[in-house]
């Protein structure tokens, strides 16, 4: 069975870093469309970044430049570095796993990421 495991959200003020971290197990990351989504309070969730099977990465225009996805295959974690936080990304951050065809996806718990001003 797949599980994802987020953590690394805390509180920040404005201008700081968080690094958020998801390990995967019951299926590898590399064969996987890994996305992180967020969603604020009252707003839809959203998507964030996303790796590709292959190791691209893809961003939010609201995020490109200060937040950057990463993955380590040996951890099977995927990751995401967060700088320059603004208020505006106060979230609860998920980790989402789809295998491209016909798969399931699959979700993390989510984990809170709060930016005061």
């Known amino acids: 069975q797949v599980q994802l495991v987020e953590s690394g959200g805390g509180l920040v003020e404005a201008g700081g870093s968080l690094r958020l971290s998801c390990a995967a197990s019951?299926?590898?990351?590399?064969?996987?469309?890994m996305r992180w989504y967020r969603q604020a309070p009252g707003k839809p969730r959203n998507l964030v970044a996303f790796?590709?099977?292959?190791?691209?990465?893809n961003y939010a225009g609201s995020v490109k430049g200060r937040f950057t996805a990463s993955r380590d295959t040996a951890k099977n974690t995927v990751y995401l570095q967060m700088d320059s936080l603004k208020p505006e990304d106060t979230a609860v951050y998920y980790c989402?796993?789809?295998?491209?065809?016909?798969?399931?996806?699959?979700w993390g718990q989510g984990t809170q990421v709060t930016v005061s001003s």
């Open positions: 019951g299926s590898m990351i590399g064969d996987n469309i």
């Open positions: 790796i590709s099977r292959g190791g691209d990465t």
């Open positions: 989402n796993m789809w295998d491209g065809f016909w798969g399931p996806n699959y």
